[in-house]
DNA sequence: CCCATGACCACAA
DNA sequence: ATTGTGGCCATGG
């Protein structure tokens, strides 16, 4: 039963951000907050932000740059190798960013309630 | 166990 | 428009 489809286990709100992270597609980004609130966690904004700080060293590398603040503001950017890191991964997938700012934020937003269907979100009982 | 701390956000007033 | 505040979740002292 349990031997050929081997459930992922999205068992914490962390591994259950990080898959949602891991479907924004290149060239958009989506904010804490829309994440949170995917999640049916409406306030958890501050819990996802988190959850990318402690994956930053994380290999291979891991589109967190694509997470802006619910301004389009890069909140997150000095948690890159350096400064300019995050803008500069944003500006080679097409993404223009002015002043910690990403251009056109309404186009380029990619929100997973909009996107995503609501999936089973379960794991096999060990925790 | 309680408290403080975060890549945050919505809602007061 | 600009602040202040409470909430959310996991982690560490």
Redesign the pocket.
């Known amino acids: 039963m349990s031997s050929t489809l081997k459930p992922c286990r999205l068992a ?3 591994e259950k951000v990080y898959w949602v992270v891991q479907q924004i597609p290149p060239g958009r980004v989506t ?4 994440i ?2 995917y ?18 060293d994380k290999v291979p590398a ?1 589109p ?2 694509r ?5 389009g ?8 190798k350096d400064g300019l890191f ?1 803008q500069s991964l944003l500006e080679a997938e097409g993404i223009q960013v002015c002043d910690n700012q990403v251009q056109n934020f309404d186009k380029v937003l990619w929100d997973p309630r909009e996107n995503l269907l609501t999936i089973a979100l379960y794991y096999d009982g060990e925790r």
């Open positions: 914490n709100f962390f904010t804490y907050g829309a949170a609130r999640l049916g966690s409406r306030g958890a904004a501050r819990a996802v932000g988190y959850a990318l700080y402690q994956c930053r891991f967190a740059h997470v802006v603040n619910s301004q503001l890069l909140t997150g950017k000095f948690h890159f995050m």
